[in-house]
């Protein structure tokens, strides 16, 4: 890890269109004078941090107060060994690896390089007004002082970089640890796993539940405007989910149960081609899902709302079966020519769903009231009493619907 960062801070110093100095060469007394009140300059240092950076109110105090001093003590000598010593590239590696951690330890606490930076700066001029008036009173001359400014903030330059590296890396890395927990989350509810277990994904994962979910398919490429357009603790799995067809993605959506939020979860998704199952209890997530998969496959254009469909989802949960209860219904059919054929199965169907209403029928066929008359008698002559048992009825519906 030292490497990586000293190799960062390489490049960073490569990057540089004027060279910085690395060595001042400050008399051995001065720098003894320097280092006797590196103490007193570390806390006054972080009095000036606390006191001007708001976030900080209160992180310095007690044994943690004690650690920070200490670190800044321990920069400040480090930035004099730097000084003064010819091989000066040796000492910034603890030093940088020191910022790098502290930047990751940002991460975790929460707050961005602001903060950090802000203390970065402060520091600097706190510490760079302390030891210039000890060099300007052991007869520094201007040069040198200014060769040693330079330096000062150029040091602080290397230690802001190093800390924003360790912050960016820290952040990928929990966001990719979270991702993963709430990919585990995700195919945990859509799985039907254990309540207790579903729970404790969503703790690991730090997500709150929301009162219901509603899966949501949509195609990959319209997944961004989407999530835009949700519930920010929408889940968003990035892992292979078991079920989601082939070009599909699967969303998660928040809601709170109601009509006004399944209607507003409609309008958000308008311009994608979603399928949107049915909003359950968070835990029972695996029966939106489930419902949305079916739905994928009635080849509905635009966004589904699979409760406005539910009877078609109902007739293709099984097509064996509805294909075998076809096939009965209109057996009595099979010695019609094809093309009679045809034509009594679509007017059984139209007699049933309108209820014999011979008009209704008529329009829905485009056929004259007397020729629905006509076929309704041949139905008669095959089928018999049968067309009023409402047990065939309901077969019938089924069959043919």
């Known amino acids: 890890m030292a490497d990586r960062v000293v190799r960062r801070a390489t490049q960073i110093r490569s990057d540089r269109a004027t060279p910085v100095p690395t060595v001042v060469r400050l008399d051995e007394d001065v720098v003894r004078l320097m280092r006797d009140e590196l103490a007193e300059v570390a806390d006054r240092a972080v009095g000036a941090i606390t006191e001007e950076v708001p976030s900080y109110a209160g992180q310095f105090s007690g044994a943690m107060g004690d650690r920070i001093r200490q670190a800044v003590q321990l920069a400040l000598g480090g930035f004099l060994t730097l000084a003064t010593r010819e091989d000066a590239g040796t000492p910034m590696a603890p030093a940088l690896e020191g910022a790098y951690q502290l930047g990751r330890g940002e991460a975790r606490s929460g707050r961005s390089m602001e903060a950090l930076l802000a203390a970065y700066r402060i520091g600097a001029r706190v510490s760079w007004r302390d030891l210039s008036r000890t060099a300007v009173d052991a007869g520094v001359e201007a040069e040198q002082l200014s060769r040693f400014a330079e330096l000062v903030f150029a040091y602080i330059d290397e230690l802001s970089a190093s800390s924003a590296a360790g912050h960016t890396d820290e952040l990928e890395s929990t966001g ?29 994962a730090d997500w709150e539940p929301p009162t219901a979910l509603s899966a949501v398919l949509l195609p990959e490429s319209q997944v961004s405007h989407a999530v835009t357009a949700l519930d920010p603790r929408t889940l968003h799995p990035t892992e292979e989910v078991p079920g989601v067809p082939d070009g599909l993605a699967l969303l998660l959506a928040p809601s709170k149960g109601t009509d006004s939020a399944r209607a507003g979860l409609v309008r958000a998704l308008r311009g994608t081609t979603a399928v949107i199952g049915p909003t359950v209890p968070w835990l029972e997530a695996a029966r939106s899902h489930d419902r949305a998969v079916r739905a994928a496959t009635l080849g509905i254009e635009g966004v589904v709302d699979t409760d406005a469909h539910l009877g078609a989802l109902l007739l293709a949960a099984d097509p064996e079966t509805r294909a075998d209860l076809r096939a009965r219904v209109l057996a009595p059919l099979a010695d019609q020519r094809p093309s009679t054929a045809d034509k009594l199965a679509e007017t059984l169907r139209a007699w049933v769903l309108h209820q014999g209403r011979r008009d209704a029928v008529a329009e829905e066929l485009f056929i004259h009231a007397q020729t629905v008359r006509y076929r309704v008698g041949q139905l008669r002559d095959l089928y018999g009493d049968r067309l009023e048992d409402p047990q065939f009825v309901l077969e019938v519906t089924l069959a043919l619907a």
């Open 176 to 204: 990719r640890v979270r991702q993963r927990n709430l990919d585990r989350l995700a195919r945990a509810l859509v799985t039907g796993a254990a309540a207790d277990a579903v729970v404790a994904a969503a703790e690991r």
